[in-house]
């Protein structure tokens, strides 16, 4: 069971600290989104908006079509996890996953279902009747995950839920999470900060930045299209490249970014109205540019380090200006720090930002 879930410019403010701007965000049905944002950008804020934890300064709220802005938060259907398990450590593990429902007066034989079902969904059936201390932390965080579950919520609102464990087992969790959100079929919000970590769960990410939202899209679409230079920096490795518009074309009439390393072909015809000599921003990923003879590319570098990152080689360059691009090399290529090389690319590989 999933809800799609609206918010309409929802906005918090603390006196005069804005914690969150008016926002509008739509999660589809079933959909795995994500809040990803440095410290401070609103994530919490946003998510206990949608939970009525917190109370907005201002907009609305929908679930499934209803307006519940002003709903109190057992009343909207919603689960939540947080990095603190917040387990009671006076109760088994039986009776930390029941305790919600039993409150609910549910029938004993339902309570008994819900927990058996929830239990052997986190694959922790084996340890109903130890108390949380006896539980590793990974064990303890899917006794919270099963705690939210047990009710079946159709939307679940996950804030930094694998925070406190380490990044082995973090990373076997984010495939339990995986798992759970196809199983459950339920819509997901989950907020983290780390970008490895919204990239391989979600469905689109929310980039908040500065207590807004910077840009909504897949995985993907932040990759290779990011909007601004905050999303370019955030997700991926970047390079930027920053220049001024030239007053001539290249070979076939296509817009060139006059930059420290030398002429750069721009992805687009025209870089927008920018009159020439305009300054612009280059985006181009690691894994784009080819090594060639100096002088045969783009532009020229100087080999400054040369690091082994176990799946392919970055070759670091320093351009005249100083500045540093980090470039992938294939295999099989043996450059050496200190060489002069030269550097080509699909121009359409490459992003120009909005100053
Ligand atoms: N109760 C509060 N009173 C005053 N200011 C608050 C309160 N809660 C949050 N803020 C402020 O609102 C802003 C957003 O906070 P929020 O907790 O949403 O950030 P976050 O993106 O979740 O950060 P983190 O990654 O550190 O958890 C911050 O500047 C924070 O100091
Ligand atoms: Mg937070």
Known sequence: MSAKLETIGITKSYGETVALQPSDLIVQAGE???????????????????????????????????????????????????????????????????????????????????????????RMSDYAKRYPKELSGGQQQRIALARCFVYRPSVILLDEPLGALDKKLREHMQAEIRRLHKELGATFVYVTHDQDEALTLSDRICLMNQARIEQVGTPVDLYDRPATRFAAGFIGHSNLLEGALDHARGPSGEAILLTAGGRVPLPVPHAGAAAPGAKHCLLVRPEAPRLVEPKSGFLDGTISDIVFIGSDTRVQLTLGDGSHLSVRCERGLSPCVGDTVGLVWDPHRTTLLRA
Request: charged share 20%; no cysteine.
């Open 32 to 122: 795995f989104l994500t809040l990803l944002g440095p410290s401070g950008s609103g994530k919490t804020t946003l998510l206990q908006m949608i939970s009525g934890l917190v109370a907005p300064t201002a907009g609305r709220i929908e679930i499934a079509g209803r307006d519940v802005t002003h709903m109190e938060p057992g009343k909207r259907g919603i689960g939540m996890v947080f990095q603190s398990y917040a387990l009671f450590p006076h109760m088994s593990v039986w009776d930390n996953v029941a305790y919600g429902l039993r409150m609910r007066r549910t029938s004993r034989e339902d309570v008994k279902r819900a927990v058996n079902d929830a239990l052997a969904m986190v």
